[in-house]
């Protein structure tokens, strides 16, 4: 299907007006549909502390921002997709609907743990506030419009690069919750998998957000491909290349999840899994920064020396920790910074490249 520049923008322009118009309404229903709960349900409800109780503000807005940003998330991603298919071109189509379930899950746990850390962080500036059924709420009417609106907006909208920085923000998020949360103040001493097999709180979210991370990668890697197809169309890159980017980015997701499925500890064979997929996508990354010149040499001729540079600092971090400058909690957080940073760079080089050589592809894009 040929779509004109023109009539892309109004479209694009007509989409970002209707996803704002549904946001606010996401938004006002689920204010008044909380406001309603909380006032009229609540009636006796009085002095509710703002955090440390099963009943308190933090524990309600995180429900809230469990329902709602499933329900939201899940609607305007199916909604957006939909909408954005209907006028692209049918290479760049794309079949959302296998990714449905773990977006909408994403959205709900990145809602859940911002809920989280704000909280902690609220606790700490108002220690032993506590809220009348009035100002209980108001705030939790304005936590609920606000979760509603922004879900709506960024699950609408959301594209390749949002999947890949949720995907890093979730790495990121997951590992450094996880060591809050422990109960051990020292787990860094041993390494990032010792938050995955101690009994405590830091265990289900250390395992659980590594299998997100490891969902969302491949995911984005899916859509990202569909992508980087243009350039084997346009005789840049060859079907060999196409499949070799396509298995080694798809590997790295399942790698990183694996690290989450099969918990270090329980059997020795197990150990072996858990530490080979655990350093699988460092390594897969790493030989895609040094061979990338060979498999696609299309790109500005920087780019190239800043992969060298970063496998240079990966290989840096492994020799501080054999000669016992870093810890192996040091070595693993060096790598996963370095190879993010690599990914990054190269899915936004490869969409610079793509728009090179085929500027419609962009342009006819809702951003």
């Not at 705030?139 to 419009?145: D, G, K, R």
């Not at 390494?191 to 984005?220: D, E």
């Amino acid at each position: 299907m040929s779509v004109s520049l023109e009539d892309a923008a109004t479209k694009r322009r007509t989409f970002l007006e209707e996803l704002e118009t549904r946001a606010l309404w996401f938004g006002l229903a689920a204010a008044l549909i909380q406001a309603a709960t909380t006032f009229v349900f609540n009636p006796g409800a009085a002095g509710l502390p703002l955090a440390g109780s099963p009943d308190s503000m933090a524990i309600r807005s995180f429900l809230a921002a469990i329902v709602i940003s499933l329900g939201v998330g899940s609607y305007t991603y199916v909604w957006g997709m939909r909408s954005r298919n209907e006028f692209l071109p049918d290479e760049f189509k794309q079949d959302y609907r296998w990714s449905v379930v773990p977006m909408a899950l994403a959205a709900m746990v990145m809602s859940a743990m911002t809920i989280a850390w704000s909280f902690a962080i609220l606790n700490q500036a108002f220690p032993g506030a506590t809220f009348n059924r009035v100002s209980m709420t108001l705030f939790l009417s304005i936590v609920s419009a606000t979760i509603a609106y922004v879900s709506a907006v960024y699950m609408g909208r959301l594209h390749a690069a949002d999947m890949l920085y949720l995907g890093v923000i979730f790495l990121f998020g997951t590992l450094l919750f996880a060591g809050a949360r422990n109960e051990d103040p020292y787990w860094w001493e041993y390494s990032f998998s010792h938050l995955g097999m101690t009994p405590s709180n830091s265990k289900a979210i250390f395992n659980v957000g590594l299998i997100f991370t490891g969902a969302l990668i491949v995911i984005w890697s899916q859509f990202f491909m569909r992508d980087v197809a243009v350039l084997e169309r346009r005789g840049l890159i060859s079907h060999s290349v196409f499949r070799i980017l396509n298995v080694a980015l798809f590997l790295t997701g399942i790698s990183l999840g694996m690290v989450g499925l099969v918990r270090f500890g329980i059997a020795p064979i197990l150990n072996v899994v858990h530490d080979v997929s655990a350093t699988g996508s460092g390594v897969i990354l790493g030989l895609l920064m040094l061979g990338m010149w060979w498999l696609n040499p299309h790109y500005k001729r920087v780019f190239y020396y800043v992969s060298i540079l970063i496998v240079a600092g990966m290989i840096g971090t492994v020799l501080a920790k054999v000669l016992g400058y870093l810890s192996l909690t040091g070595l693993e957080f060096g790598c996963f910074v370095l190879a993010s940073i690599w990914l990054v760079l190269f899915f936004q080089n490869t969409q610079l490249l793509i728009a090179r050589v085929a500027p419609e592809s962009l342009t006819m894009r809702l951003r």
